[in-house]
């Protein structure tokens, strides 16, 4: 992927790829009408995969530059920073999905059914154990996980600078092989401790893969160039498609019920999911690759270059849609309520860009100028 059309050191088709996720995944959220063209709708897999494993790509790309320009020490507090970043607005849309369930029961006198027990039940001791990272409902697991998967970054992109990728990858994979057969835990004796649908150990290896594919690119982007192999572009198209017929209608599989349900399993991301994912993302790739700008989509690359809040905002937007079901009683009001939610996505991440050139413009006239030389002009 080394030929990738670039603005600001930034690969635009990763970019818009993130974004489109990002629509994605509130549209998976919600019971939207567009959940026909974003709910597996390429195989057995979800958009929070290919979130998760581009995320992994870009941050090993990345920080793998800082790492080699400013060593080892900076790159820890690099990823400390980025982490404190990212649980910083974990709790900003926590607090805001909280605050907005306690609004309604107090406005309308109840609240959706959707809405997590703790949080009307006992509302403190929801926002307690959320800053905690104790108590994760769904639409709220995904920044801490990701919180967890930056901080282990460090060691990660050392140990594959010290030539040691094989290494890196077979223990990422131990470890997701690990939880493959485990039975799954029982939660409700530990309600309300919650820690999240993702199982970080299974859910690891995605965002390990990106970053071993992201630190390659950055160390040799000729190694990680996509070329076209017939063969292997036959045998993962007839794979996903054999994957895609299953998903969509339930064709006989060659193992028990339990079996393919543990293959399946997405919080432990089973190996079929796995699998699946690997033979699409190949795919998309090698597409990508010969065909850049088909993937450069602006309005999208939007919103992955401000992913964080993108996807605080998309918690926050999908826990107020969820509390009023009648949006999306008809076909008509459904595909409104649903493009709406989208334009709220578009509206955070242009007001976070404007927010950020308004920072860096003030820093920038704060910052001294040596003597003798004119201050810099800051444009308006």
């Not at 690969?11 to 993130?18: A, G, Q, T, V, W």
């Not at 409700?188 to 990106?210: D, M, S």
């Amino acid at each position: 992927m080394a030929t990738a059309a670039q603005s600001n050191g930034r690969d635009l088709r990763l970019d818009s790829l993130r974004g489109l996720l990002l629509v994605s995944m509130t549209a998976n959220h919600l019971p939207s009408v567009f959940r026909v063209f974003s709910d597996q709708s390429l195989g057995i897999f979800s958009s929070a995969e290919g979130f998760i494993f581009l995320s992994g790509l870009l941050a090993g790309w990345v920080y793998t530059r800082r790492l080699r320009a400013t060593g080892p020490a900076a790159l820890h507090e690099a990823a400390t920073r980025r982490a404190s970043l990212i649980y910083r607005w974990h709790v900003i849309s926590f607090l805001a999905c909280l605050g907005i369930v306690q609004l309604g029961q107090y406005v309308f006198g109840f609240c959706s059914t959707t809405s997590p027990q703790l949080f009307y039940s006992h509302p403190l001791g929801a926002a307690l154990l959320g800053m905690a990272l104790l108590h994760q409902p769904g639409l709220l697991d995904i920044l801490p996980m990701y919180c967890a998967f930056v901080l282990m970054l460090p060691w990660v992109l050392r140990a594959l600078e010290g030539g040691h990728r094989l290494l890196v990858i077979a223990a990422s994979t131990a470890l997701w092989l690990s939880v493959q057969w485990a039975p799954p835990i029982d939660g409700a004796p530990l309600y309300p401790i919650h820690i999240g649908t993702f199982n970080l150990f299974a859910w690891q290896l995605l965002f390990v893969l990106g970053v071993v594919i992201g630190h390659a690119r950055a160390a040799d982007p000729s190694s990680v160039r996509m070329r076209p192999n017939p063969i292997l572009i036959v045998l993962t198209t007839a794979g996903a498609a054999y994957l895609w017929i299953v998903n969509r209608y339930a064709s006989p599989e060659p193992w028990s019920d339990r079996t393919f349900g543990i293959l399946l399993n997405k919080p432990a991301m089973g190996f079929l999911r796995m699998a699946d994912f690997g033979m699409v993302a190949y795919l998309i790739g090698i597409l990508a690759a010969a065909f850049p700008r088909l993937f450069e989509w602006k309005p999208f690359e939007l919103l992955g270059r401000h992913s964080l809040v993108v996807v605080a905002t998309q918690s926050v937007v999908v826990m107020v849609l969820l509390q009023f079901p009648s949006l999306f009683a008809t076909q008509f009001a459904n595909c409104v309520t649903s493009l709406g939610a989208f334009g709220v996505l578009f509206v955070a991440a242009a007001a976070h860009e404007r927010f950020q050139a308004s920072w860096r413009g003030r820093a920038s006239a704060r910052r001294p100028t040596p003597s003798g030389a004119e201050p810099s002009r800051v444009a308006s």
